[in-house]
């Protein structure tokens, strides 16, 4: 694939078949049609949308899918990023998409219907103070005060669940570990997102018991 996408994919170490390739274009597309008539992302360039949302979010992948997870579930899922590229490339997985927003939501159930993932996601149209399930991974990206909600992360990740947060600078990750009183049960992981010159970091934390 001589895509950006297929580049990006290909950079990341990340194999995939025709038919995924297929249904990450389509999700931009239909990213691309909704963004006229809400706010999904701010990034509306197709080349913008590829590189700093759908390879932002694909950049973990290699470690998330190491994690024994039947249930992921992403919080405040907004346009589907993370969970709707993860779904794509994790059929063994089921994922619940945690969005408060009822345009958002609406949008991530048309679009689970048009990419064939009805069976394996849900829409969870929700504050997460409302979730009452548990999850093998929970994780977020653009998500708000991660320090405030860590109470309520915990709660709906499973005992010996793993949280996983997309996060940009270290500051910012040093900043929130200190606000939760983290000082043990994490680790911190530099990503490389193809063609984008930002910092990036995934914080894994397995809550404790």
């Given at each position: ?31 691309e049609l ?21 390879l932002d ?106 949280i996983a ?45």
């Amino acid at each position: 694939m001589n895509s950006l996408l297929g580049q990006g994919l290909n950079r990341l170490g990340i194999e995939f078949s025709s038919r995924q390739h297929g249904q990450l274009e389509a999700y931009i597309a239909e990213i691309e049609l909704w963004n006229r008539k809400m706010n999904l992302v701010s990034d509306s360039e197709r080349d913008k949308l590829v590189i700093r949302h759908l390879l932002d979010s694909l950049a973990p992948l290699n470690i998330l899918k190491n994690i024994q997870a039947e249930r992921v579930a992403d919080v405040g899922s907004g346009g589907g990023f993370p969970g709707i590229p993860l779904a794509v490339m994790l059929p063994e997985y089921s994922f619940s998409l945690i969005e408060r927003s009822g345009k958002k939501a609406g949008f991530l159930r048309s679009t689970a219907a048009v990419l064939g993932l009805v069976d394996r996601v849900e829409i969870v149209e929700s504050n997460i103070e409302d979730v009452h399930d548990v999850f093998d991974l929970t994780v977020l990206r653009a998500f708000r005060d991660f320090s405030e909600y860590y109470g309520e992360l915990q709660r709906i990740t499973r005992p010996g669940g793993i949280i996983a947060a997309y996060k940009g600078r270290m500051d910012s990750v040093q900043a929130d570990l200190k606000r939760c009183s983290l000082t043990d049960g994490f680790s911190v992981t530099s990503l490389d997102v193809p063609f984008l010159d930002e910092e990036r970091n995934l914080l894994v934390i397995k809550p404790k018991q």
